[in-house]
């Protein structure tokens, strides 16, 4: 049974709490790195969530939010080829030779046109979606899956971030067709905070990386799409788009009216010929104060009451030989902290976001033992210690940070160092005046 913390939030739990911070370390060099970015052909803007597969196997990673990309690669495998894709845009197909230590990558918008024959296969929208959901485990593998997935999470103040968590973790990935909870182990992790832009106030997100993988609508649909609550969204077909030069439905969603407690609107993409969902972008209605007052919040001082400002979600999947696999998900949470007696509110946003970086089908006896499972309540941010040295990840791959989140690294170690520095020299003061 899923833990009930989860049921009716999308998973998805802020503690306020003061919090303490820490690092670890390894390196390995059997493999090659391939850095770069991926533009827009027409308009050169950076594209973000592409993603970057090494064709014959499963070693995949996307782009940053600035287009950026890591891809760390097996020597073995330097003769291979790399697919570059992206939800409504062609597809590029690249040999590992031609990458260069800093590679840029142009991609073409898709243009697309369904017959009037495919779209009238089906009466309305929503009974296409429903169709998704009936038939969704034709569409996936019927075994373990055990996956490698980079885990990210950050907080900004304002425009500014103050913390940052990452980590690689292993998932083992239960069948749709059962009723069997995913299980993940933490591998390799560190954070980086800088408390005094946060405060006596902390923010956490409940969950790690649970909060990313509970959007896996089509393993988890009662976290939006429930047999009772389906009904309760109008659904309307919008123009086709591409993923992987395959056609896609594009269908809209929205609530027919605010009876649910949790209303949802956004779009699904859904693959022309398996009916299989390809990717799910939506976002939670927060326009009622006093309705989504505190809505997101598990744990907080009472003094405090907090309003989201945004709340939005994405999910993404991945075809390999007619099957389709969790691939990406990310949640960004945007939200306005009041506290009594201060005249000015602070307001923070927290993003998530995990991406399977491998995967493999396993034989049924493959388990993540009970005593490495993480909890679904657990807090990442206090489940890791230690700091980093430059070869931190080895071979991993991991999604390029951001300029803005390396440059806060920086300062956030440099304002370490000097506390340091300050705390040592008031030591030596306090010996010099002990000394006889």
């Known amino acids: 049974m899923r833990p009930s913390v989860f049921k009716q939030q999308q998973c998805l739990q802020l503690l306020f709490l003061t919090f303490a911070f820490c690092f670890s370390l390894g390196a390995q060099s059997n493999f090659t790195e391939y850095k770069g970015k991926v533009t827009d052909a027409k308009s050169n803007v950076a594209l973000e969530a592409v993603s970057l597969t090494v064709l014959e196997t499963n070693i995949t990673i996307i782009t940053n939010s600035e287009g950026a990309f890591l891809l760390k690669v097996p020597n073995v495998y330097l003769e291979f080829k790399v697919e570059i894709s992206l939800l409504g ?20 918008e898709a243009i697309t046109e369904l017959s009037a024959v495919s779209i009238s296969a089906y009466k309305n929208a929503s009974n296409l979606v429903k169709k998704v959901f009936e038939d969704k485990n034709k569409n996936v593998q019927n075994a373990s899956v055990f996956m490698t997935a980079f885990y990210r999470e950050t907080i900004k103040r304002r425009n500014r971030n103050v913390s940052l968590t990452e980590a690689v973790v292993n998932i083992l990935k239960q069948p749709h067709s059962t009723s069997l909870r995913d ?32 959007l896996d609508v089509m393993k988890y649909p009662e976290y ?46 859904i693959d022309v010929k398996s009916l299989a969902l390809v990717s799910a972008k939506y976002t939670l209605d927060v326009s009622n104060k ?126 370490i160092k000097k506390e340091k520095q300050k705390e040592k020299q008031q030591d030596n003061q306090q010996r010099k005046v002990k000394m006889p």
């Open 183 to 214: 299980a993940i182990q933490l591998n390799k992790a560190r954070k980086s905070t800088d408390y005094k832009r946060l405060d006596t106030v902390s923010v956490k997100l409940q969950g790690g990386p649970f909060s990313t993988i509970y």
């Open 89 to 108: 845009y062609h597809t590029k197909v690249l040999p590992l030779s031609e990458f260069s230590s800093r590679t840029n990558i142009n991609l073409s």
């Open 290 to 415: 006093q309705k989504s007052k505190n809505l997101l919040v598990k744990r907080k001082p009472r003094d405090i009451i907090v309003y989201p400002l945004e709340a939005n979600y994405r999910v993404d999947y991945k075809a390999k030989a007619g099957k389709w696999y969790y691939s990406y998900s990310n949640l960004n949470l945007k939200f306005k902290v009041n506290k009594k007696r201060e005249i000015f509110n602070k307001v923070y946003t927290l993003s998530s976001e995990m991406a399977v970086t491998d995967w493999e089908i396993t034989a049924t006896d493959k388990k993540i033992k009970n005593k490495d499972r993480l909890r679904p309540t657990v807090i990442i941010t206090d489940a890791i210690s230690g700091f980093s040295d430059p070869d931190f990840w080895g071979e991993y791959n991991l999604i390029e940070p951001n300029k803005s989140i390396e440059s806060a690294i920086d300062k956030i170690l440099a304002n």
């Open 224 to 269: 939006i799409f429930t047999d009772k609550t389906i009904d309760a969204y109008r659904f309307s077909f919008d123009a086709p788009s591409t993923i992987n030069n395959r056609n896609v439905y594009v269908v809209s969603f929205k609530p027919i009216s605010n009876k649910l407690n949790l209303n949802y609107s956004g779009k699904l993409y």
